[in-house]
């Protein structure tokens, strides 16, 4: 991971050249729940301008970075970051909270992230997460690989989504997506079961023939169907 990350820098730097404020290591890797295999290296890059010429320049090292099976870099302007930090709620205080800066700046260290579209942005993205997971099933049933796929595919993001359900009702969530989903499940009451099972899978604990699969994905829907619904309800109470 470390050789990668350095690798991609350097191309970075030789690309963008003196353009180049920071680059940002964010998600599981940042939070230390990054699983070879499974996990992508998510990247930031912050310009000091931004056209079509200079990423044209980021082109290659992206197309790289790629290549290795981890999404293009993110790319944002200084100014950029602070005019959206509104609409970006929850990626920016995930980043802001669970970063390493490989190169630069740190210029989270002082972003403010404003909250008075988080808890309407939590909601959307879980009924949104939520559809496109059902719609994504449609495509699979009776296919145990796919399914699996599926899920392993999906949970980061409900992951995050469960921890920043818990900020916008007003609780302090917790940095690993373990604890947040524990404690809505214990809130909320539902089986964390589904979770476990997709945790171990990641790990290597337990091997994909010894997992019910049709019986997992319907905890691991009910269980977000749950969370959707509930954060709705209690969202919509407190307003």
């Not at 089986?191 to 019986?215: M, W």
Request: contains cysteine; neutral net charge; glycine residues 6%.
């Amino acid at each position: 991971m470390e050789k990668a990350l350095n690798r991609l820098v350097e191309k970075l730097k030789a690309a963008a050249g003196s353009n180049l404020k920071s680059v940002v290591l964010y998600g599981s890797a940042a939070r230390g729940e990054f699983h070879h295999g499974h996990s992508d290296l998510n990247v930031l890059c912050v310009l000091d301008k931004m056209d079509a010429a200079e990423l044209e320049k980021l082109s290659a090292p992206a197309a790289w970075w790629e290549q290795k099976g981890h999404p293009a870099p993110l790319v944002f302007t200084l100014e950029e970051l602070r005019n959206a930090a509104d609409v970006f709620a929850i990626e920016l205080m995930d980043i802001r909270d669970s970063r390493r800066v490989l190169y630069g700046e740190d210029v989270f260290a002082g972003l403010e992230v404003p909250t008075r579209l988080h808890a309407l942005q939590v909601e959307r993205e879980l009924r949104t997460n939520l559809v496109r997971l059902r719609q994504a099933y449609l495509r699979a049933p009776g296919n145990n690989s796919a399914v699996l796929e599926l899920m392993d595919a999906s949970v980061g993001g409900f992951k995050t989504l469960f921890r920043h359900a818990l900020i916008a009702l007003g609780t302090e969530a917790p940095k690993s997506g373990r604890e947040a989903i524990e404690h809505l499940a214990k809130m909320m009451n539902f089986d964390p079961s589904p979770f476990q099972t997709l945790r171990e899978l990641r790990e290597g604990t337990r091997k994909r023939g010894q997992v019910d699969v049709a019986a997992t994905f319907r905890g691991y829907l009910a269980a977000i169907t749950r969370v959707t619904e509930e954060v709705d309800r209690r969202l919509a109470g407190r307003s």
